[in-house]
């Protein structure tokens, strides 16, 4: 089931949290919704789900206009953020509950509905559980349970808000993947709201990067990380680092001194230079580089990061360097970005402005 | 661990000798804990099992047959069978209310939902004998309504049977809502979100999903509200003029015999309001007790 967001706008009170979103999801995609708290990405996701309904704008199901319909006519399989099981109800009868209120006519009988609550309960690795209540189970155990039943009903599509946010990370992982087989073995088309980016860039067709109720940029993982469109997703993907230039002629500036970087597409003015800590060179000798005095320097997994001042203490960035290496224990270090990123500061739109490295 | 305990003079000092009886620091000590409880059991002693003890001592006084004798008498009957009539009305109606205004305010946000909690919570602070004064003269012969409906249907509500059933219910209202209230607002809608979601139309959210979330409670309250229902006597006492054998209900029948130095008929009947009250209170902790992990599953979310 394609799906298409056309032009939507949802204020709550006068509080906009959507503005004017447009999105379009390709049949059986796996699409994350990606962003901080208070982006807008759960409100989609209600919005998709007919559990909101937009100020404006259309949701289109594939060629039907789904707009106007409650969410029990869209058949939307939704799994909530704290799984929402009936905790009076076995977890049997949560899986086959969406099966027992189909109208008489449509309705499966008592076994057969018995038997698909075994048959999903063996699809979600949890067979023999029929019995459980659902304060009996683990967070793991309960988030396949709320997928199970959500996929009991034969959705359109399958809705996930934060699926694994109360999970510890081990768990998290395993269910990762295992979302991806089932997502996979079923082929709905899947979106997933999410804050985690580690979560979305591993597991997601493609990521929506959500900010202050827009859509900032759509796009492969690669896409996303590589080739970021904005500031706000170069900030908020992966770690980056960023500095306040001057843009003369074509050439970056920081305070008096040239750093080495140009381009002549760049407008003069100032501007915003972006850069992953991982992504640099150390350069000895400073003519044409960035300059600082090391400020502190800590362990991160297999690196050492070390945070340097630039320019007397007014802006600090970091980079990171191999453990051994002899530069973290210096005073000052120079470096290069080998790849970055200029974002001008302009009022036109941002995407055009960019100005990548080569 | 290790370096103290394999140490024996350290291990010994740090461990027994020296150290005073630790106790965790939310805890009293052993003192302030007895004071505490001898305080309670002598309150509760005195103003709780003393009394009720001297209703049943004073009820069987003349021994087991003039006390059955009372319930012979066709007052006394009349007024047991009043008194189980209101509350058959009553309970029923705030069992609905009680649903319908806690579901309303848990669920929703509009202004003046603050306003309603108080509302609700208005007969628990005003006076019954005040809420039945009002209703005499919103209700009585001589008010506009109450005239109206002496006059077109015969009905007679105040120094009648409807009063009484309209004051229970006003001094009884608050106790259904007010267990569900709290209840309803920690649960959120997301179970019915959920319900929804599955297809489940409105009926059958509430009668799948909502109503067994909230069961315990509304039981709770329905307990509460009968034995108040049946208890109450000042709201009753105003609106229901005293007619003996057809607006007495059983704690003004206890009053009459009373004042008639009738008192074995009075203890007597007070009795069965107080066993009423007992028998109350050991279903609900029967019913705690027997579906304790069930209760502890509800009030829990997830």
């Given at each position: 089931m394609e799906l298409i967001i056309r032009n939507i706008r949802k204020e709550f009170d006068r509080f906009a949290a959507l503005h004017d979103v447009s999105l379009d999801i390709r049949s059986g995609e796996l699409i994350a919704l990606l962003g901080p708290s208070g982006s807008g990405k759960t409100t989609l996701l209600r919005l998709i789900a007919g559990l909101d309904f937009?100020?404006?704008?259309?949701?289109?199901?594939?060629?039907?206009?789904?707009?106007?319909?409650?969410?029990?006519?869209?058949?939307?399989?939704?799994?909530?953020?704290?799984?929402?099981?009936?905790?009076?109800?076995?977890?049997?009868?949560?899986?086959?509950?969406?099966?027992?209120?189909?109208?008489?006519?449509?309705?499966?009988?008592?076994?057969?509905?018995?038997?698909?609550?075994?048959?999903?309960?063996?699809?979600?690795?949890?067979?023999?559980?029929?019995?459980?209540?659902?304060?009996?189970?683990?967070?793991?155990?309960?988030?396949?349970?709320?997928?199970?039943?959500?996929?009991?009903?034969?959705?359109?599509?399958?809705?996930?808000?934060?699926?694994?946010?109360?999970?510890?990370?081990?768990?998290?992982?395993?269910?990762?993947?295992?979302?991806?087989?089932?997502?996979?073995?079923?082929?709905?088309?899947?979106?997933?709201?999410?804050?985690?980016?580690?979560?979305?860039?591993?597991?997601?067709?493609?990521?929506?990067?959500?900010?202050?109720?827009?859509?900032?940029?759509?796009?492969?993982?690669?896409?996303?990380?590589?080739?970021?469109?904005?500031?706000?997703?170069?900030?908020?993907?992966?770690?980056?680092?960023?500095?306040?230039?001057?843009?003369?002629?074509?050439?970056?500036?920081?305070?008096?001194?040239?750093?080495?970087?140009?381009?002549?597409?760049?407008?003069?003015?100032?501007?915003?230079?972006?850069?992953?800590?991982?992504?640099?060179?150390?350069?000895?000798?400073?003519?044409?580089?960035?300059?600082?005095?090391?400020?502190?320097?800590?362990?991160?997994?297999?690196?050492?990061?070390?945070?340097?001042?630039?320019?007397?203490?007014?802006?600090?960035?970091?980079?990171?360097?191999?453990?051994?290496?002899?530069?973290?224990?210096?005073?000052?270090?120079?470096?290069?970005?080998?790849?970055?990123?200029?974002?001008?500061?302009?009022?036109a739109p941002q995407a055009e402005r960019v100005i990548e490295s080569a | 661990m290790s370096d103290l305990a394999t140490h024996p003079i350290a291990g010994r000092s740090v461990g027994t000798t020296f150290r005073p009886v630790q106790t965790p620091p939310t805890t009293e000590s052993r003192t302030v804990q007895y004071v505490l409880v001898a305080l309670v059991v002598a309150v509760l002693?005195?103003?709780?099992?003393?009394?009720?003890?001297?209703?049943?001592?004073q009820a069987f006084r003349l021994g087991i047959g003039e006390y059955l004798n009372t319930f012979r008498s066709p007052e006394a009957l009349a007024a047991i069978r009043l008194t189980l009539l209101v509350a058959a009305i009553a309970v029923p109606c705030n069992l609905i209310f009680g649903i319908a205004a806690a579901w309303t305010i848990a669920k929703y946000r509009f202004p003046g939902r603050t306003f309603l909690v108080s509302l609700i919570d208005l007969p628990f602070s005003i006076s019954p004998l005040v809420a039945g004064l009002v209703y005499i003269l919103l209700l009585g012969t001589n008010s506009v309504i109450g005239g109206f409906l002496l006059e077109n249907f015969e009905i007679r509500i105040i120094f009648a049977v409807p009063g009484i059933v309209l004051a229970t219910i006003l001094v009884t209202f608050p106790f259904i809502a007010r267990e569900l209230i709290p209840l309803m607002e920690d649960q959120g809608t997301g179970d019915e979100e959920a319900a929804l979601s599955l297809g489940a139309n409105g009926w059958q959210t509430f009668f799948f999903v909502t109503l067994p979330n909230v069961k315990w409670a509304l039981l709770y309250g329905v307990l509460l509200c009968n034995a108040r229902a049946m208890g109450e006597f000042g709201a009753v006492a105003v609106i229901s003029g005293r007619l003996r054998g057809q607006t007495v209900t059983m704690p003004l029948q206890v009053e009459l015999f009373y004042n008639e130095y009738a008192s074995v008929a009075a203890f007597s009947l007070a009795s069965l309001l107080a066993a009423l009250a007992l028998v109350t209170l050991v279903i609900k902790s029967w019913l705690e007790w027997r579906y304790a992990d069930q209760i502890a599953a509800a009030g829990r979310g997830h």
């Open positions: 937009p100020t404006a704008g259309a949701i289109l199901f594939g060629d039907q206009d789904a707009s106007e319909k409650t969410v029990q006519e869209r058949n939307v399989g939704f799994v909530f953020q704290h799984y929402a099981l009936f905790r009076h109800m076995t977890v049997a009868e949560n899986i086959g509950f969406g099966l027992k209120v189909r109208p008489r006519g449509l309705r499966p009988s008592p076994e057969q509905i018995r038997r698909r609550a075994s048959e999903l309960l063996e699809l979600v690795q949890l067979p023999g559980l029929e019995k459980r209540y659902p304060s009996q189970l683990s967070g793991g155990q309960r988030q396949r349970v709320a997928l199970a039943r959500a996929l009991a009903i034969e959705p359109k599509v399958l809705l996930l808000d934060e699926p694994f946010g109360a999970l510890d990370a081990q768990v998290r992982r395993d269910l990762r993947r295992w979302l991806r087989e089932i997502h996979e073995a079923t082929g709905h088309t899947t979106v997933f709201v999410t804050h985690d980016q580690e979560e979305a860039l591993e597991l997601a067709d493609r990521v929506v990067v959500m900010s202050q109720g827009r859509i900032e940029q759509v796009g492969t993982a690669d896409d996303v990380y590589d080739k970021p469109r904005s500031p706000f997703v170069y900030g908020f993907i992966g770690d980056s680092s960023r500095l306040p230039v001057r843009i003369e002629n074509g050439e970056l500036w920081l305070h008096d001194r040239s750093i080495g970087i140009s381009d002549i597409r760049a407008p003069n003015g100032s501007g915003t230079l972006f850069f992953r800590p991982q992504d640099v060179e150390l350069v000895d000798g400073c003519s044409g580089c960035i300059a600082g005095t090391v400020v502190s320097s800590r362990r991160v997994e297999a690196m050492r990061r070390v945070e340097l001042a630039i320019g007397g203490q007014h802006s600090l960035v970091e980079i990171e360097l191999p453990i051994d290496h002899p530069a973290a224990s210096r005073t000052r270090v120079a470096f290069r970005p080998r790849s970055w990123k200029l974002f001008p500061e302009s009022t | 002693s005195l103003f709780l099992l003393l009394p009720l003890a001297t209703v049943f001592a």
